[in-house]
């Protein structure tokens, strides 16, 4: 007997020409065949066959058909073309590409990645400043104790990049308390690099030494954002879902998911009901929830529900079908929420000067984020992405596609009616983080400057060892990208090339200052 | 292995690709090698025995599955991504890509391709839990 073929085989086993695809897939082909008529045919379509559209217009344009003749393919790669602008005038968006830009430095984008998921992840030895590790080494009960004012964060250079984040500003204190309690010499500030305060963060908030990661945000930007698009948008957002026609606890799940807690993954949700039903007073009376005052088909009271979920025992609402059997998540949109501005073009260091109209924080503002309905966010928003750029940073070569409209907070299609538009930042507490934001604005590598100025005295005044060749390595990467325009830059960097000279020799003559792994004093 | 990641994954919610066959992981295997990629890794290939691609939050990692989302060969033919890579997976911000050049796993930029952290053939583990981190 001929053995059954996988389902994955089957899906694979044809080849992609452009023909046989047409055949099967009659629906989009009619587009190729009548391309005037696009908009009219296109938006008539199902959702997940004009996912299908958009999957086939990219890997013509990318050349990624098998098509008979170059003629052929010509004709179809300009139709593609022509379809790709229409979308983009169907969903207020444009795509730019450009050059000569230059991308954010590493431990900006991590910064901006730290506050938008809210959690930190542990650093390993080898990520960790010199300086940092000796300050941090000299444990015991004989260390000095200091005064919690001494620790001045906010004039802690590679702090202030962090503290640009209003996020940031806000677990000050707490980073504050966890110094002084660990009792790490204020002077260990002015040399800290990012990962170093990543490093104190983590043991900070970390709950678990073992985890990898460690929550510092209890409500990450993302979260807040679909929180507060609820608090906006819901009461629209949840009649919109309704008029899709998708079954009402599965829209009140989801709802309710993303009004309390942020979320809005499917995998996430308990679907539960939104009546009592004998499978469910059965259920919460098996939990221990005395169930006297409640009858079947009352509403479930919004207390109930909010306790049961706190508890973790969601299941015990959980919505069944007639025959019992749960409820799928399947009809479900999966949302996700978008950057519309690159994080990549967040710079606000350009080239080392600072563009004030562009800054950091800004990134992650909630008029630059939307939700997108998952597919669409990977295939159309993200499908077109690219950043080509050369070692030193110069000649930088991106693509994009961004949104027209700052206003556009939920998009789940083509069509006018799966756009929702809100202005998020016109409140008083947005324009109040704004203002503060912009006051705390600095230079990347004028801070990373500072501090590399900041080890050449902290080493000295406690006999730090460290390797010149490696501060060599930073400054010239610095020096490379912000230049000598700056006075006060290019004095920093004269002088801390001297000590550098000045360490070389002395490593030549073989004094104690430049021993790799000396032991310092405090 | 990834044990570790295997009992990270216990703790969450997430949605997978049907029980990896034999066969699928072959198609897969001949595919890919045809389109100029390299063989799904050995240490990727037993991960996949358990979770035949994966989707949690914003985080996909594929596999041998019908489901397109998480197909590896869907996704390494649609998606961009650095020369002499296997697309392995991604969060919101990275990519995870298997080098088959350097034989290593790579957390790559998302919008740049600038290498981020580099892993050895033999830490997987770790390699996952980072699309999994920030």
């Given at each position: ?465 460290h390797s010149p060749t490696h501060l060599k ?26 000590w550098l000279r000045?360490l070389k020799?002395a490593d ?6 430049l ?8 | ?134």
């Open positions: 007997m001929a053995k059954k073929k996988s389902s994955y085989a089957a899906k694979h086993q044809q080849e992609s020409t452009i023909f046989s695809w047409a055949e099967e897939n009659a629906d989009l082909w009619q587009i190729f065949k009548e391309p005037y008529n696009f908009e009219k045919i296109f938006i008539q379509l199902p959702y997940e066959r004009q996912m299908e559209f958009l999957r086939i217009t990219q890997a013509i344009q990318r050349d990624k058909f098998n098509i008979a003749t170059p003629q052929k393919r010509k004709t179809l790669q300009y139709a593609a073309d022509v379809f790709f602008e229409k979308m983009q005038w169907m969903t207020d968006s444009y795509y730019e590409e450009g050059e000569g830009f230059y991308p954010l430095a590493d431990d900006e984008r991590r910064l901006v990645r730290m506050e938008c998921y809210g959690t930190i992840d542990a650093r390993k030895q080898h990520q960790l400043s010199v300086c940092y590790k000796y300050f941090t080494s000299l444990e015991g009960k004989g260390r000095k104790k200091f005064k919690l004012k001494d620790y001045d964060l906010a004039s802690a250079p590679m702090w202030r990049v962090f503290r640009q984040f209003e996020s940031f500003r806000n677990i000050e204190p707490k980073l504050k308390q966890y110094l002084w309690k660990k009792r790490i010499n204020p002077d260990a500030l002015k040399v800290m690099s990012v990962s170093d305060y990543c490093d104190a963060l983590y043991h900070t908030f970390t709950t678990n030494p073992k985890s990898s990661k460690a929550t510092i945000l209890k409500t990450p930007i993302k979260n807040k954002f679909v929180m507060d698009f609820m608090k906006h948008c819901g009461t629209q957002f949840e009649e919109y879902l309704r008029q899709k026609n998708i079954d009402e606890r599965l829209v009140y799940s989801l709802c309710l998911a993303m009004k309390r807690f942020g979320v809005c993954d499917p995998n996430s949700i308990s679907v539960i009901d939104t009546n009592f039903t004998s499978q469910i007073l059965s259920d919460l009376k098996k939990g221990g929830y005395d169930i006297s005052a409640y009858t079947i088909g009352q509403k479930i009271p919004q207390e109930l529900i909010d306790d049961v979920i706190d508890q973790d025992k969601g299941c015990l609402l959980a919505a069944r079908d007639e025959k019992g059997i749960l409820i799928s998540k399947l009809s479900l949109p999966k949302f996700e929420v978008h950057h519309t501005d690159g994080v990549q073009f967040a710079h606000s260091t350009s080239g080392g000067k600072m563009y004030y109209e562009k800054y950091l924080a800004q990134t992650n503002y909630p008029n630059k984020l939307m939700l997108v309905e998952s597919e669409m966010h990977h295939l159309f928003y993200h499908g077109y992405d690219s950043v080509i750029r050369t070692t030193n940073n110069t000649e930088c070569y991106y693509s994009r596609l961004n949104s027209n409209n700052p206003f556009l907070v939920m998009i789940n299609g083509f069509g006018e009616k799966d756009h929702m538009y809100y202005d998020m930042e016109n409140n008083a507490r947005f324009r109040r983080r704004e203002k503060e934001d912009k006051e705390n604005v600095v230079n990347f590598f004028e801070m990373q400057l500072e501090r590399l100025d900041n080890i050449k005295t902290i080493t000295a005044k406690y006999n730090i060892s390595q930073e400054i010239d990467e610095i020096h490379s990208i912000i230049g000598m325009d700056s006075d006060v830059s290019g004095d920093i960097v004269k002088g801390l090339n001297k000045s020799k030549k003559n073989g004094v104690s200052a021993t790799i792994e000396g032991k310092g004093r405090e | 292995m990834s044990q570790k990641f295997i009992s990270y994954l216990q703790k969450q919610k997430f949605k997978q690709g049907e029980t990896l066959e034999s066969e699928a992981l072959i198609v897969a295997q001949k595919v890919l090698y045809n389109m100029g990629l390299s063989f799904i890794p050995d240490a990727y290939g037993k991960f996949l025995k358990q979770h035949n691609g994966i989707k949690a939050g914003d985080c996909y990692l594929f596999g041998a599955t019908v489901d397109d989302d998480l197909d590896i060969i869907d996704q390494n033919k649609l998606m961009r991504k650095p020369d002499n890579t296997l697309l392995l997976g991604y969060n919101d911000f990275d990519l995870l890509c298997y080098n088959f050049k350097q034989k290593n796993y790579q957390i790559v930029d998302r919008n740049d391709w600038k290498v981020l952290e580099t892993y050895d053939e033999n830490d997987l583990d770790d390699a996952l839990l980072h699309i999994f981190n920030i």
